[in-house]
């Protein structure tokens, strides 16, 4: 038998450009979208000396605004990545009247400018706000006063001589003299944040789920697992690395976030003054090299938290690809 040459292989036809120009236009529009800006940031900060770059980096007011900030997007993230979850789980798994409503407005913060949306909020949540009123400590009073007046009606209708009085003065002894202030606190900036960072968690989580074939569920109930059971070990393993993802998401959202914060926190020096808000303050005071100090810090405080986030990621999605 004759040996048959071996042909050579047709070359594969691309639609974009071969490997070499492709890589090329990525390293050059990564370059001037991130590259460049940030080495100017760096660059710029060299510039002041390590005691002048400690001096503005370490200034009480800018750390408290680090501890709000990160605490803040921290809280925030956390909020989400339990809401979000549960938010995506319903517009999977259900079907109800106005779900295709519903899912729209998770992308409102999304589209809605910022400032609005913290225009809205402060709206809200201020002490005369719709929310905000209830809120007050008059407020939180007639929130306990208005449903033991009921049950105090229903009881002298049925000639009953027990009275809820004793029991709404003993909650009334935990409501704190200022009621709950929510604009203008540290709580209004977590409430900001929360809102516009929702959108990362479900719209990560949200394909995950509706990949996830119901069936593993029904076999895991066929052998007996129950609910708890059931999403731990066969729902959480699938959709935990897009979680710790979207968490990732929010946080990067929410630490640089500025127009719908600065309207609810009310910006009180070592109160409720975010460091995006320091960095704009130095840049109207002509102070390039400090916010760029702040800048770089705050920079490296996000790369660290993604890092570490991306870690926790890699290490529990080995753990929960590890055979039981």
Same mark, same amino acid.
């Given at each position: 038998?004759?040996?048959?040459?071996?042909?050579?292989?047709?070359?594969?036809? =691309?639609? +974009?450009?071969?490997?070499? $120009?492709?890589?090329?236009?990525?390293?050059?529009?990564?370059?001037?979208?991130?590259? $460049?800006?940030?080495?100017?940031?760096?660059?710029?900060?060299?510039?002041?000396?390590?005691?002048?770059?400690?001096?503005?980096?370490?200034?009480?007011?800018?750390?408290?605004?680090?501890?709000?900030?990160?605490?803040?997007?921290?809280?925030?993230?956390?909020?989400?990545?339990?809401?979000? *979850? *549960?938010?995506?789980?319903?517009?999977? /798994?259900?079907?109800?009247?106005?779900? /295709?409503?519903?899912?729209?407005?998770?992308?409102?913060?999304?589209?809605?400018?910022?400032?609005?949306?913290? $225009?809205?909020?402060?709206?809200?949540?201020? !002490?005369?706000?719709?929310?905000?009123?209830?809120?007050?400590?008059?407020? +939180?009073?007639?929130?306990?006063?208005? @449903?033991?007046?009921?049950?105090?009606?229903?009881?002298?209708?049925?000639?009953?001589?027990?009275?809820?009085?004793?029991?709404?003065?003993?909650?009334?002894?935990?409501? !704190?003299?200022?009621?709950?202030?929510?604009?203008?606190?540290?709580?209004?900036?977590?409430?900001?944040?929360?809102?516009?960072?929702?959108?990362?968690?479900?719209?990560?989580?949200? @394909?995950?789920?509706?990949?996830?074939?119901?069936? *593993?569920?029904?076999?895991?109930?066929?052998?007996?697992?129950?609910?708890?059971?059931?999403?731990? =070990?066969?729902?959480? !393993?699938?959709?935990?690395?897009?979680?710790?993802?979207?968490?990732?998401?929010?946080?990067? /959202?929410?630490?640089?976030?500025?127009?719908?914060?600065?309207? $609810?926190?009310?910006?009180? !020096?070592?109160?409720?003054?975010?460091?995006?808000?320091?960095?704009?303050?130095?840049?109207?005071?002509?102070?390039?090299?400090?916010?760029?100090?702040?800048?770089?810090?705050? +920079?490296?405080?996000?790369?660290?938290?993604? *890092?570490?986030?991306?870690?926790?990621?890699?290490?529990?999605?080995?753990?929960?690809?590890?055979?039981?």
């Amino acid at each position: 038998m004759s040996k048959m040459s071996a042909l050579p292989s047709p070359k594969t036809k =691309r639609v +974009l450009p071969g490997f070499g $120009i492709s890589l090329g236009y990525t390293l050059l529009y990564l370059s001037l979208i991130v590259l $460049i800006p940030v080495s100017a940031l760096f660059f710029k900060a060299s510039g002041m000396g390590w005691e002048a770059f400690w001096s503005a980096v370490s200034a009480p007011r800018v750390v408290a605004s680090y501890k709000l900030s990160i605490g803040a997007s921290l809280a925030a993230a956390t909020i989400n990545a339990v809401a979000g *979850l *549960l938010v995506a789980w319903v517009l999977v /798994r259900y079907r109800f009247p106005g779900k /295709r409503l519903v899912d729209s407005l998770v992308d409102l913060p999304f589209a809605l400018p910022t400032a609005v949306a913290g $225009i809205a909020l402060t709206t809200i949540y201020a !002490p005369t706000g719709w929310i905000g009123r209830w809120l007050t400590a008059d407020g +939180l009073k007639q929130l306990i006063h208005a @449903p033991l007046g009921i049950v105090d009606a229903i009881l002298a209708h049925a000639g009953s001589a027990f009275t809820t009085v004793p029991f709404a003065q003993w909650l009334e002894r935990f409501i !704190p003299e200022d009621g709950i202030q929510t604009a203008f606190s540290p709580l209004g900036v977590t409430i900001a944040l929360t809102f516009i960072s929702l959108p990362f968690v479900v719209r990560t989580v949200q @394909p995950v789920l509706e990949d996830l074939n119901p069936e *593993l569920e029904q076999a895991a109930a066929t052998l007996g697992a129950n609910r708890l059971t059931t999403f731990w =070990r066969v729902i959480l !393993p699938e959709i935990w690395p897009a979680l710790l993802t979207g968490f990732a998401l929010a946080f990067a /959202r929410a630490i640089g976030e500025y127009g719908s914060v600065v309207f $609810i926190s009310g910006n009180m !020096p070592m109160k409720t003054e975010i460091t995006p808000l320091i960095i704009i303050t130095k840049l109207e005071q002509f102070d390039y090299r400090g916010a760029a100090a702040v800048a770089v810090v705050m +920079l490296l405080i996000s790369f660290t938290m993604l *890092l570490v986030i991306n870690l926790l990621q890699r290490l529990s999605s080995q753990r929960f690809a590890a055979p039981l």
